[in-house]
């Protein structure tokens, strides 16, 4: 079983910085690398898929990087309606798993 | 529009057994996978497992083979999450959503509660 472990667990920082998160996994994925973002009592909502590829509806300054085994989701100037938790997944041979969580608060 | 829509909030004692369901509108339901998601207070999300309701092909995780049980029924556009002996540790959030080959869970849940408690 592949396991995702996200940096940092938390990250404090203000409306307009930029965000850099990383997801490492402890085998390199195929390239069904997603990011998801989940607020308080909401369910997770698709940010990132296919490592690169924005879901449906999502602004541009959500963007997905990396290959083997680092991934990185960059938001390029926060708004403050990201602050939330941000996970990665992947999902190989329809075996998946999260990473832990990264908690993006505002500072 | 593509919706999921699951069962309410259930309270059960341990020992107890459990079916939740997670209902689905707007698209084929015999043409993508429904993945199951737990998430326990205040945690992060863990993969259940998933199910191919065309044949219902299931695949669990393997930190969850044995403890539920994951079925469809076509007829109704229904999956389900069962337990046969519910245990004070499953009291969580679970989430289903759609998982397709391309775009991974672009669908999802609103969330059932199940809390055991004696």
């Known amino acids: 079983e592949i396991v995702l472990t996200q940096s940092p667990d938390t990250l404090s920082l203000s409306p307009g910085e930029r965000a850099t998160l990383s997801c490492r996994a402890s085998?390199?994925?195929?390239?069904?690398l997603a990011w998801y973002q989940q607020k308080p009592g909401q369910a997770p909502r698709l940010l990132i898929y296919d490592t690169f590829t924005r879901a449906t509806g999502i602004p541009a300054r959500f963007s997905g990087s990396g290959s083997g085994t680092d991934f990185t989701l960059t938001i390029s100037s926060l708004e403050p309606e990201d602050f939330a938790v941000y996970y990665c997944?992947?999902?190989?041979?329809?075996?998946?798993?999260f990473g832990q969580g990264t908690r993006l608060e505002i500072k | 529009e593509v919706q999921l829509v699951q069962s309410g909030a259930e309270v059960r004692k341990p020992g107890e057994s459990l079916k939740i369901s997670c209902k689905v509108s707007g698209y084929s339901f015999t043409s993508h996978w429904i993945a199951w998601v737990r998430q326990m207070p205040g945690k992060g999300l863990e993969w259940m497992g998933i199910?191919?309701?065309?044949?219902?092909?299931?695949r669990y995780s393997p930190s969850f083979l044995g403890q539920v049980t994951i079925s469809a029924d076509q007829s109704i556009n229904t999956a389900y999450l069962q337990w046969s002996s519910l245990k004070a540790s499953d009291t969580a959030m679970y989430y289903c959503a759609r998982l397709v080959a391309v775009a991974d869970l672009d669908y999802w849940g609103q969330g059932t509660l199940v809390t055991v408690s004696s």
């Open positions: 085998q390199s994925v195929s390239g069904y």
């Open positions: 199910i191919y309701p065309r044949d219902s092909d299931t």
């Open positions: 997944q992947q999902r190989d041979n329809w075996s998946g798993s």
